[in-house]
Every structure is written in structure tokens, then in C-alpha cells.
């Protein structure tokens, strides 16, 4: 059991590293901006509690991205719908919390069961359509969604066009008065659901994904029903993905029917594509690239930002196709090879004449 345990933190030791990191991160920024600790832990810090907020929207896309990881990278599954996951999480919550007036808790058992039965949803179909014909599929379907939100028939309910607003967020999470707790609660949802993929992509049910991914036919050919793995990936995914549209419903003042389109599909399939398809860790790392980029652009940039965006992700497709983690996870042998012969180059060799050190036996 102890030798378990060990190994698990030796495997998990970089992201517990990170994750001990971020956690300190708004009091380090505390620090250099003149506040203390405390007043970091009281929201007081300007500098700080902006890190935060960043932080929080980081957190929220890579969540979401992760799912999305899920079933493209790992399973081979193609959907042009998986925005609809997020924001049925999104719309739930906030119609749950400002129309019904459930508790969180109430809230948070029925995105579960919403989650469940949009992932047999799209499951119905996987029988029956593969490839190209399922994205076009889940395309319809969320294509259909987005069209009831924006409808002026449920528009008391999800706010139309112009998006649900007047959430009532509960006191001991709002971010406007407890941000840095919201910090916390998003960071670690983040790599709790993390730490789940890679159990369930070490798995023999992962294991079975990703040979679907590489031939289905075959793994059909040594026995296995595909259909539940694929079943079990989009559940798991869509779970994920809800639960970031709680997170993004109780942190952002409007829900707007833009997280329902398609361009918010292609949002996550950027990201999985800078930070590398397949590799779960090239999500995290993706989301936190393409907020940055859009933060930075937008500020010094202003309206052309998009374009020189669009630019950025043509450049990384072109030049880096296997995304950031990607490419580390296939040069890295090859690079550290490198380095080491660049070390040995610049060894101070002993000059003639001169004793040269023993090794010691």
C-alpha cells in the first residue's frame, strides 16, 4: 500500500506541483503588489484579485476543454455540438437558482442527471453514424438547443437574445465578494476531474477508447461492444462539461447564447489543438495560451485582434501540429539528448601537464 502511494505521487508529482503553485499564486502576486496575506484573504488586493478572476475563467475553459479532450483525442469522436454540454449546464443553473430558487446542492444533482441524459442523447445515434455523419449530427442537435434559448417563447426563462442576467449567486461563493475562495473551488474541481481522466484514460475501459480511436473495426473484431465505451466517454465527458457551465453561470454576470453556438465548439477544439489532441494535460495548457493570447491581443490590439489571432492559430497548425504537450511528449528524448552533448561541449577539459581527476572506486 505504501509503495501505491509513492508511485501515485510520483506519477502525479508535476501536477500536484503546479497545483500547490497556482494556490499560492494570488498571495505572491499579493506580495509584490504591497498587500499581505490577510488582505489577499479578505479580496482586498487590486492586482490580486484580478490574477484571480483570470484564473477562474483559465480554469473554467480548461475544464471544459478537458472534456472535449475526452472524446476527440482520446476516443476519436468528432462532435460539432459539445458546446451544448456547457451550456445546458450554464442555463440550468442559472434558471435553478434565479426562477425555481433551489439551493446549490439542489442545483448541482440536477446538471448531474441534465448531463446523463444529453450524453444518451447523443449516444442514441452512435450505432448508427460514425466519422463526419456523427459531427453533423450533434451539430443539428445543439443547433436546435441554441435555437430555443435565443426564442422569444422562453425568453422569461433563458433571457433571449440578449443573454439570462440577475443570477442570484449564493453568499459563500459569490465571486464578487469571495473570489478567491471561487479561485479555490474552480482550481481544485479542475484537477480533481484531471486526476479522473488520467485514471480513466490509464483504464482498460480508456484503454479500449483509444483503440477505437486507432481502429474501430478491429476492436470490434477482438470482441468489444464499442458502443458502451463511447457511451461511457460521452457521459463522462458531458458530466465534465456541464459542471464548467455551473462554474461559468455562477462566475460571469450574464449567461449569453453565444456559449450555445458553434463558434464555442471551435473555441475547444482550439484549445485541444495548441495544447495537443489526446494528451489531456495539452488542455489545461491550451486554455491558459488562448486566454492569455485573447487577453493580451484585446488590450494592445483592440479590434484587429482577431485577425492576428486567427493568424496564431494558422501558425500553429502549420508549424506545431501536435499542439504544445504534444510536441514536448515526442522531441523530449531527443531534446535532452541534445542538451546533454551541448553540456559535454563546453566541459573544461584539463590542459596538458595536469593531473586529471580520479574516480573514486
Given at each position: ?38 488582505m ?12 484571480e478572476g ?5 480554469f473554467?475553459?480548461a475544464l ?5 479532450d ?6 476519436g469522436?468528432l462532435s460539432?455540438?459539445?458546446a ?7 442555463y440550468?443553473t ?8 433551489l ?30 455523419t456523427?459531427?453533423?449530427?450533434t ?13 422569444s ?19 459563500f ?58 457511451l ?21 454576470p ?18 485541444v ?12 495548457i ?23 489571432t ?5 501558425a ?5 501540429p501536435?499542439?504544445i ?30 593531473p ?6
Amino acid at each position: 500500500m505504501l509503495k501505491t502511494r509513492i508511485s501515485f505521487f510520483r506519477e502525479q508529482r508535476n501536477p500536484i506541483i503546479l497545483l500547490l503553485i497556482t494556490l499560492a499564486l494570488p498571495f505572491i502576486i499579493g506580495i509584490f503588489e504591497g498587500s499581505s496575506p490577510l488582505m489577499v484573504w479578505a479580496n482586498q488586493g487590486s492586482i490580486s484579485k484580478f490574477i484571480e478572476g483570470l484564473g477562474i475563467e483559465i480554469f473554467i475553459l480548461a475544464l471544459y476543454a478537458l472534456s472535449f479532450d475526452l472524446i476527440f483525442g482520446v476516443t476519436g469522436l468528432l462532435s460539432f455540438g459539445h458546446a451544448m454540454f456547457f451550456a445546458v449546464g450554464a442555463y440550468l443553473t442559472g434558471i435553478a437558482l434565479k426562477t425555481l430558487g433551489l439551493p446549490l446542492y439542489a442545483v448541482i444533482g440536477l446538471v448531474f442527471v441534465a448531463a446523463i441524459v444529453q450524453a444518451v442523447l447523443f449516444g442514441l445515434v452512435l450505432p448508427r453514424v460514425k466519422g463526419i455523419t456523427f459531427a453533423l449530427v450533434t451539430l443539428g442537435m445543439a443547433s436546435v438547443f441554441h435555437i430555443v434559448v435565443m426564442s422569444s417563447d422562453v425568453a422569461n426563462y433563458t433571457g433571449g437574445d440578449v443573454g439570462l442576467q440577475g443570477v442570484v449567486v449564493p453568499a459563500f461563493i459569490n465571486p464578487a465578494i469571495e473570489r478567491l475562495r471561487f479561485y479555490f473551488i474552480a482550481l481544485i474541481i479542475l484537477f480533481l476531474a484531471y486526476w479522473l481522466y488520467k485514471v480513466f484514460v490509464s483504464s482498460p475501459t480508456g484503454r479500449v477508447c483509444v483503440a477505437i480511436r486507432e481502429n474501430e473495426d478491429r476492436a470490434k473484431m477482438l470482441g468489444y461492444n464499442t458502443f458502451k465505451f463511447k457511451l461511457a466517454a460521452l457521459m463522462l465527458a458531458s458530466i465534465t462539461a456541464a459542471f464548467a457551465g455551473t462554474l461559468h453561470a455562477l462566475y460571469q454576470p450574464v449567461i449569453s447564447p453565444t456559449i450555445a453556438d458553434l463558434g464555442f465548439t471551435v473555441t475547444a477544439l482550439l484549445i485541444v489543438l495548441i495544447g495537443g489532441v489526446g494528451t489531456l494535460s495539452g488542455a489545461v495548457i491550451g486554455a491558459l495560451v488562448y486566454r492569455l493570447l485573447d487577453f493580451v491581443l484585446r488590450r494592445y490590439i483592440g479590434a484587429s485582434a482577431s485577425l492576428v489571432t486567427g493568424a496564431i492559430y494558422v501558425a500553429f497548425v502549420l508549424f506545431i501540429p501536435y499542439g504544445i504537450m504534444g510536441t514536448w511528449q515526442l522531441k523530449k528524448w531527443a531534446w535532452k539528448e541534445g542538451i546533454q552533448r551541448l553540456l559535454r561541449l563546453f566541459q573544461v577539459k584539463p590542459e596538458e601537464g595536469e593531473p586529471k581527476p580520479q574516480q573514486s572506486k
